[in-house]
């Protein structure tokens, strides 16, 4: 069987294939062993195992399969034409309508405050209510955010202290309630 290729092509490429040079890399651990002392008498048997393992171990090359292009077959200038598919007429364009405006997501802070000042004894008088309403109708923003996670729960404790602490504040000490109102009113100005 003759072929165009040649013996000394052959190891060529096997030489600079990277199955020979990791068994080269695992001969040279071999030799490494041996001149640690590790090897004895059998570094030669040593070198070659490892050599050997190196070179079965890693894979071969990889072969590409061909590419194969699409042959068109041959037009006859004679036969008929093909029918084609009809095309589907395009559709008329209509504009389209705007989406509705999504409703606001219900803020879950505000939804848990709302929750928590409902089991609070709160006087109607000090407007905490219309409060929570006009902070429902701001919707999200740096206001209304602040005055939900700060400056509405800082009031109520500081209104639940006073409260607590009342028997012994003495006749000159201000009314929580009548401070609670006055916050809360500061609150909806800062909203509007």
Do not use: K, Q
């Not at 290729?5 to 490494?32: F, H, I, K």
């Not at 195992?49 to 590409?64: I, N, V, W």
């Not at 509705?100 to 000042?117: I, M, T």
């Amino acid at each position: 069987m003759a072929t165009s290729d040649g013996a000394g092509r052959r190891v060529l490429r096997y030489l600079e294939s990277a199955r020979n040079l990791v068994g080269c890399g695992g001969g040279a651990v071999g030799l490494g062993l041996h001149f640690a002392g590790l090897g004895g008498a059998w570094w030669p048997a040593v070198v070659a195992g490892l050599y050997g393992a190196g070179a079965l171990l890693t894979p071969g090359p990889r072969t590409e399969p061909p590419v194969v292009l699409p042959v068109e077959p041959p037009v006859d200038p004679l036969a008929p034409p093909l029918p084609s598919t009809p095309r589907p007429e395009p559709t008329p364009r209509s504009e389209p309508e705007p989406a509705p405006e999504p409703a606001p997501r219900p803020d879950p802070e505000l939804a848990a405050l709302s929750d928590y000042l409902a089991t609070v004894p709160l006087p109607d008088s000090a407007g905490v209510a219309g409060l929570l309403a006009a902070l429902r109708s701001a919707g999200p923003g740096p206001v209304p955010a602040e005055i939900v996670r700060h400056r509405l729960p800082v009031a109520v404790a500081g209104y639940l202290r006073a409260l607590t602490w009342r028997p012994w504040a003495g006749p000159d000490a201000p009314d929580p309630e009548a401070e609670l109102g006055r916050e809360v009113r500061r609150l909806v100005a800062e909203l509007n």
